[in-house]
């Protein structure tokens, strides 16, 4: 046999050599396998990737199940069960609208059931809500605008034109308002007693029997936890608005302070 003839043979021989032991040597497998620490990822991760035989990207996160763009040895590598979708519960009843008069907003909600887990779909809004209008039976009296006065103006007034034989009405107890001013307008500052109606301003109004109605009240004495409105009687263009801190009965204000008229 020549020189060539054994080139040949070496060559064949080799080349069986090669073939017998890639079958009995694995290859190395890309994927999971081959991340370092941790090989797989809870979640949505898209900096938990390895690369495919093909020289592709492929992930170890558990989205991966969903989006189907796994490595070919997740689930050896990782043992992660099957993606579990978010459950909720049915919604609650629609809560009380949050103004009692005119437009506020009203939501319900509900609960979740069963979590999601290994990637399943995530859980839909828990929280709705929509416009409401309230009508609640106090909105009449929060339409009301209170009429205004200083006090120096009607105490202890002395009808001069009423006749002897016309009967007194009868006197009631005053009772008096306190009101956190939260607007006035520019008007107000024309006049000494008006000016003090500045906005964050405490104000004692006082209600006497001359002003009461029948039902034994001042119009617009207000509400608490409701911006209510007033005008001074005395003043053109002076108005603004308040909310009703407290009351008490059988009363009479400072100096220096409102009646209702």
Known sequence: MGAHGSARLVFVVCGYLAFFFGELVPRAEAGCRE?????????????CFEYSKRKTVCYCDTYCQKTGDCCEDYQRVCQISAAIDCVVGSWGPWSSCTAPCGVGSTERSRLVSVPPRNGGTPCPDLKQRRGCFGNNAICSTAKEVAKILPDSFKRNFKDPWRRPHMLMKEEKASYCVYLRVKQASAACK???WSAQLVRERLVCAECQSDAMSKLNRCGG???????TFWAAASVPGCHGSWVRESSSEGCRCPPYSVLFV
């Open 221 to 227: 004495d207000g509400l608490e936890s409701t911006r």
């Open 35 to 47: 991340r370092e620490s941790p090989n797989c990822c809870t979640g949505r991760n898209n900096e």
């Open 190 to 192: 024309l006049k000494l």
